[in-house]
T-cell receptor, first 112, second 113 residues
């Protein structure tokens, strides 16, 4: 049972570089989400998609972009990484926008 | 906007102790409430949920009751185990706000043998 697969699991990159975090789910869920987790701040929603072809901004969207070309994939792109984007990023999906969220294991990103 | 506030951690308990992690919320509508758990090195997973006032969610010995009058959803367990050591997140989902989950800051629990 795969569920949600995120890649890479860990990455260090220089400030100013472009980076794409990949997320794939095999549950045919309509809704997908990207959160960042920072100590003392919990999880904050970056972007979401309620169905393929649509996306929306969450609480902290600046500096990030997403696309949803199909049901399974929901990549998160940092166009020009900055040190404040150092975080652990979690992709999640749900069968409906109000249903239980299933999370990937996270991608730890360090921007130097 | 909607928000969730949890008690600060870390919380350190001895095995078999009683656990309470406080969670209060602010919402304009009638949200569903959740507790998620994150074990070390893993993503979050749903622990329990309640969708309307006075509902009690329960799982693995944990329980929480949706209290609309006090806007609370405190997590309790009568006897914790070392394996319960994790970070616990309270969250709400309001359909009228698009159903996206809003999380509290998380409470780390450490259970000592």
């Amino acid at each position: 049972i795969a569920g949600i697969t995120q890649a890479p699991t860990s990455q260090i990159l220089a400030a100013g570089r472009r980076m794409t975090l990949r997320c794939t789910q095999d549950m045919r869920h309509n809704a997908m989400y990207w959160y960042r987790q920072d100590l003392g701040l919990g999880l904050r929603l970056i972007h979401y998609s309620n169905t393929a072809g649509t996306t929306g901004k969450g609480e902290v969207p600046d500096g990030y972009s997403v696309s949803r070309a199909n049901t399974d994939d929901f990549p998160l792109t940092l166009a020009s990484a900055v040190p404040s984007q150092t975080s652990v990023y979690f992709c999640a999906s749900a069968g409906t926008p109000t249903g239980e969220l299933f999370f990937g294991e996270g991608s730890r990103l360090t921007v130097l | 906007g909607d928000s969730v506030t949890q008690m600060e951690g870390p919380v350190t308990l001895s095995e078999e102790a009683f656990l309470t992690i406080n969670c209060t919320y602010t919402a304009t509508g009638y949200p569903s409430l959740f507790w998620y758990v994150q074990y070390p090195g893993e993503g979050l997973q749903l622990l329990l949920k309640a969708t309307k006032a006075d509902d009690k969610g329960s799982n693995k010995g944990f329980e929480a009751t949706y209290r609309k009058e006090t806007t609370s959803f405190h997590l309790e367990k009568g006897s914790v185990q070392v394996s319960d050591s994790a970070v616990y997140f309270c969250a709400l989902s309001d359909f009228n706000q698009g159903g996206k989950l809003i999380f509290g800051q998380g409470t780390e629990l450490s259970v000592k043998p």
